[in-house]
Structure formats: C-alpha cells, structure tokens
C-alpha cells in the first residue's frame, strides 16, 4: 500500500513563527494561548505528517482579528466565533453593543495616533465638545488619541444632536472603573498562579468577563427602552 502523501506546508509558519509575528501588538501571546483557540474552533492550522502544526497567513490574520476583538473590545470568545462564522459566510456582521460594522482592514490594521487637530478634523466634534468629554473623564486629556478616542467622539457629536452632553455621561466613567475592580478582583487568583501563561490567561478571562457584563448592560438597557412602546 502506497504512503499517503504529505500536505504541502511550504511557505507555511510554525507556531514560533506565529507568536514572532504577533508578538509585538500582543505581548502576552504563547504557544498555550494559539493551541487554546485551536481547541475552541476558531482557528484550525494544517498539520504535517508528523502532527506539527503549520499556519497559513490568512490563519495569522483570523488569530490577529481574535485577539484585536478581545482586547479591544472586549468580547467573549461565544461572541467571537459567531462574528467569525457570519465573515466566512459572506455575511458583514456588527459587533454587539454598537452599530458600527467592522471591516477586515479596521480591526486588523495599527491603531494611529492622531493631534487634537486630526481628531477634530475626521469627528466634526468642536473644540468644546472634546473639552467637555475631556472633564467628564470621557476620552484622555491629552494628545496622541487613538481610534478608540475616535469612535468615543464621533458618538458624542450624534448624542449632542439629541441634546445630551458628555456631562450628562459623567457617571460612565465612575461604573466603568467599578466593572474594571470587579473584573480584576475576580481574575486575580488566574493571574497569581505560578505560571508562565497566568498574565495571558488573566487577560483572556477578563476580556470574557468584560464581554459578558457588556451583554447583561446591553440587554438592561433594552429593557428599559422597551417602556417607550408601552
């Protein structure tokens, strides 16, 4: 009986090569943390004869797109898979708790670093907003801002045409640093084991903790805004 031939894994990376590549957006990424996703489904790299593993650029770039979403926003990796499953189906899915749609290059590409100038320029938010949302503790006070501080004032300049100021979110900032303290007291038995993996299981359990307050919070709010039709 003839051999089974092998895969052909030239031009392929190890999953030295992987962490290499990715290490420097994501620090705390290890060998442990790339074969978890592999064991949850939502990556699945070629396999040599021998059972080494073997990654594709387009594996790469779906293990960058996993990790941007849970570390930037927060989601859990239920919420991930999903998002994921609906791209490779053609599908141009929105991440829960907004309605902005994600494209490949906007989660995948560096995040920038704008001058108060740039910011005012691609939001339209007026000076006064900025300083506004600045004392409520809303965007940093100070320059770079990045596309997190974009996002924050592009939704600050559509709230203002409904009249509510950052003033009036004043109090997101406090529970924000509430849910922060409750998430970081309940992972911190995960990162103070003896491991070399427990900062990066610490972050990943945070983010998935994070991503579950954000669906309770979404669905409260729902709720609430259901009396509207009563």
């Not at 790469?60 to 791209?87: A, C, F, G, N, S």
């Amino acid at each position: 009986m003839s051999a089974k031939p092998a895969r052909q894994t030239s031009g392929l990376l190890s999953i030295g090569q992987v962490l290499q590549r990715l290490s420097s957006e994501f620090v705390d990424l290890s060998p442990s943390k790339v074969r978890f996703l592999e064991d949850q489904g939502l990556v699945t790299p070629e396999r040599t004869q021998s059972g080494y593993r073997k990654f594709s650029s387009e594996h790469v770039e779906r293990i960058r797109t996993i990790l941007t979403l849970q570390r930037d926003h927060y989601l859990p990796l239920k919420v991930i898979r999903t998002y994921l499953d609906d791209v490779d189906e053609g599908r141009q899915p929105q991440l829960p708790g907004g309605n902005v749609e994600l494209s490949g290059a906007s989660i995948l590409s560096t995040e920038r670093r704008l001058t108060r100038a740039e910011l005012l320029e691609e939001t339209g938010a007026s000076r006064r907003l900025v300083l506004d949302a600045q004392q409520a503790q809303i965007i940093t006070s100070g320059e770079p801002y990045t596309d997190r501080t974009v996002a924050i004032v592009k939704a600050l300049v559509e709230l203002a045409g409904f009249g509510i100021e950052p003033r009036h979110l004043r109090g997101m900032h406090s529970a924000a640093a509430r849910e922060a303290a409750l998430i970081e007291q309940a992972v911190k038995p995960i990162a103070g084991k003896r491991s070399a993996n427990a900062k990066s299981n610490a972050q990943t359990a945070a983010a998935e903790l994070a991503g579950h307050i954000q669906s309770i919070r979404d669905v409260l709010t729902q709720n609430a805004l259901g009396t509207l039709s009563q």
